[in-house]
């Protein structure tokens, strides 16, 4: 798929959401700072062995005191909006109880800084970083956090919610509940499927009553609330009936294991026979979860070719590698066909009123050099991938899928999880000793199609 010569600004909708997107733990640092708490993510990475060379988001590219420089480049590229997202512990660092009004401060002052430089704040209030006081006590596993995080929610949108046009409760709960519960590779590092059930409901839980708290704090006339997915495109790896039924639970897992509820009010039946004996839902759990959504964010990076489930109690299912095809540096292959076939798909079986692209894009190795007088990095791959992914989603939305925003992933290179700051996304780059920003040539080339230069 190359629709690349066909992209212009103005093929999409006029008032489309062009930005970037990042995270708190990964980018804002100031682990210690104005009262801060401790996150899963400060126990993780400091636990000996669970990141890439120790990496810890302790500094990460220094956003909480670089905040202004930063928004000041996002103006210069053009963005129009930012997803960021907020560190519950930074303003509730026992998770519950007494607020840290200095970290909802900080939040003020970027949202603040954002608007006087015309762009829209779209904040996530979930980006994996629950507070380890939380965690003590069960965390996700148990009810209590799901309702915590709709006092944390309440605290937030008080606060901001005059300001802030878009809300997105949570970010990927697959990632938390899966990848951080079944696989173990994310924190809080279990290995347990009976708990990575519990938490993908409870993480349901506590967006559904984030929702209506959120809608009723908002004052903002325009505001939209949703939640970001992430996702993949499954298809069987060869075509025997092993590969089909990978390709059914890969599917299951990433994709409906949060669709279905969040659009039917329902598990998915394909998963029936590995969770339902572990969900832990009450009386109304599941209308509270499938309240109406102004948006749904989609998080695409690749596609699935699934051959055969090798382990299904750690979620494991082994897949197949194309020859030929172009792989990034996290080994995800580069398709953007998945992205439109995806996209398809989840308008088809769920119809959200509006899909945002919340992220997309690509980690490659980059080499920071000299140019004619200043440092630049050349990023052809990554440029690529962000041109053709931008393809997918416009042929997608000529087709009718409702696609109004698009955040590429990441504005600055950062804090990659467990890969530490090993993998770069940034189409901004960060020299790590001086934390030091230099725009790749894909922020560039970015900058020039949001000004309408092709
Ligand atoms: O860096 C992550 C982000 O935090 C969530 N979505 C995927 C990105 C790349 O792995």
């Not at 999409?12 to 700072?33: I, K, L, M, S």
């Not at 006081?133 to 005059?162: C, I, N």
């Not at 780059?429 to 040539?441: E, F, S």
Request: no cysteine; glycine share 10%; net charge negative.
């Amino acid at each position: 798929m190359d629709e690349r010569k066909e992209i212009a600004r103005s093929d999409f909708p006029a008032d489309f959401a062009w930005g970037a997107a990042t995270a708190a733990y990964q980018v804002e640092g100031a682990y210690r700072d104005d009262g801060r708490g401790q996150s899963i993510w400060d126990t993780f990475s400091h636990t000996p062995g669970k990141t890439e060379n120790g990496d810890t988001g302790d500094v990460a590219v220094d956003h909480y005191h670089r905040y202004n420089e930063d928004v000041a480049l996002m103006q210069e590229l053009g963005f129009n909006a930012y997803r960021f997202s907020i560190s519950w512990p930074r303003v509730l660092p026992n998770g519950r109880g007494k607020v840290n009004h200095k970290g909802l401060d900080f939040y003020e002052r970027l949202v603040e800084s954002l608007l006087e430089k015309g762009i829209q704040p779209y904040a996530t209030l979930y980006h994996w970083d629950l507070p380890q006081a939380l965690q003590d006590k069960g965390g996700w596993k148990e009810r209590f956090t799901p309702e915590a995080f709709a006092e944390y929610t309440d605290v937030v949108s008080r606060r901001l919610g005059d300001r802030v046009k878009g809300w997105i409760t949570l970010n990927e709960p697959y990632v938390s509940a899966i990848i951080g519960h079944v696989e173990g590779r994310h924190a809080p590092g279990e290995q347990n499927m009976r708990a990575g059930i519990r938490a993908a409901h409870h993480l349901l839980l506590g967006h559904g009553l984030a929702l209506p708290v959120l809608r009723a704090n908002s004052r903002r006339a325009d505001a939209e609330f949703g939640i970001t997915l992430s996702t993949t495109y499954a298809e069987p790896g060869n075509d025997t009936q092993e590969a089909y039924e990978a390709s059914v639970i890969t599917d299951g897992f990433q994709n409906r294991l949060f669709m279905d509820p969040l659009f039917k009010g329902r598990y998915p039946d394909s998963l029936s026979k590995i969770i339902d004996q572990y969900l832990p839902i009450e009386s109304g759990d599941m209308e509270k979860i499938a309240a109406p959504l102004d948006f749904l964010g989609i998080n695409y990076y690749f596609r699935t070719l699934a051959l055969a489930v090798e382990d299904i109690s750690k979620a494991k299912i082994k897949t197949r590698r194309v020859e030929g095809a172009q792989y990034t540096e996290m080994d995800w292959e580069v398709n953007p066909e998945g992205f439109y076939n995806l996209l398809k798909m989840v308008h088809q079986d769920y119809k959200p009123a509006k899909i945002l692209i919340t992220e997309n894009g690509a980690a490659f190795p980059d080499v920071l050099e000299e140019g004619q007088g200043k440092p630049v990095v050349h990023d052809p791959d990554r440029l690529n991938y962000i041109q053709e992914h931008f393809g997918a989603a416009l042929k997608a939305s000529r087709e009718g899928v409702p696609i109004k925003g698009y955040f590429v992933w990441s504005f600055l290179d950062n804090f990659e999880w467990a890969y530490g700051f090993s993998k770069r996304f940034g189409i901004v780059y960060v020299d790590y000793p001086t934390q030091r920003r230099v725009v790749k040539d894909s922020g560039q080339w970015y900058q020039r199609f949001l000004r309408g230069e092709g």
